[in-house]
């Protein structure tokens, strides 16, 4: 089994930044891609932002020059630093990561696992 663990969301005022970090655990062969996801009330979940496991990223538009993602390899951990954040960036975060796995008495596989979803609230 793999577990992704997230934290630092909460309230921040509008201008403000937060630092989200996301921890993988338990039978990891490895990680390929590792990504953050977001979902507001009453719309679909987004891809915010991803990175592969040599540090190529994506992010989705609204968050160019803003949000940076990076990871540590090492420690299976992925973090979303975010800048300069607006009330529409008002959501809850999900991480998600790419993992090979390998069971006991069974092959190798790769699984797409997801964190459990930390609140983040651009506010004043």
């Known amino acids: 089994q793999v577990q992704l663990v997230e934290s630092g969301g909460g309230l921040v005022q509008p201008g403000g930044s937060l630092r989200l970090s996301c921890a993988a655990s338990?039978?990891?062969?490895?990680?390929?891609?590792m990504g953050w996801y977001r979902q507001a009330p009453g719309k679909e979940r987004e891809l915010v932002a991803s990175?592969?496991?040599?540090?190529?990223?994506t992010y989705v538009d609204s968050v160019k020059g803003r949000f940076t993602i990076s990871r540590d390899n090492a420690e299976n951990t992925v973090y979303l630093h975010m800048n300069n954040l607006k009330p529409e960036d008002t959501a809850v975060y999900y991480c998600?990561?790419?993992?090979?796995?390998?069971?006991?008495?069974?092959?190798?596989?790769?699984?797409?696992?997801w964190g459990q979803g930390t609140q983040v609230t651009v506010s004043s």
């Open positions: 998600n990561a790419d993992v090979l796995t390998r069971p006991p008495t069974m092959p190798f596989q790769s699984i797409a696992y």
């Open positions: 338990g039978s990891i062969v490895s990680i390929s891609t």
């Open positions: 990175i592969t496991r040599g540090g190529t990223t």
